[in-house]
């Protein structure tokens, strides 16, 4: 499966639950995202899942070799998203779920 192809198994995943937007539903920054409650939580990036998690996660799955921060072309790696590498093992549902966690905590 493509890395499109696997961004809309999640989004399909993800869409129909009470608070979650699809892509689509605004423009600019975030306009590939899935949101809980407005907020982004897993986004389709340059060909890569995008996820919002805490700081320390994401410094874990990075020294891990399972992606690298992600840069909204400012610059600058933000601290709490991660660009998951098209060849990490990692499952992608089970990191998006840790994303909406994460992001209804805040």
Known sequence: MSPEERFEALVDEFTGRPGITPPGATGGF????????????????????????????????????????????????????LALANDSPEPWPALAEEALEFVGKR
Do not use: C, S
């Not at 907020?39 to 805490?54: D, E, H, N, T």
């Not at 410094?59 to 690298?68: K, N, Y």
């Open 30 to 81: 975030g306009r590939t995202a899935l949101r809980a409650q407005g907020r982004i939580f897993a986004m389709f990036v340059r060909g890569q899942l995008v996820l919002k998690l805490p700081k320390a996660r994401v410094d874990a799955l990075v020294e891990a070799g399972h992606g690298v921060r992600f840069d909204a072309n400012k610059g600058t790696p933000m601290k709490e998203w």
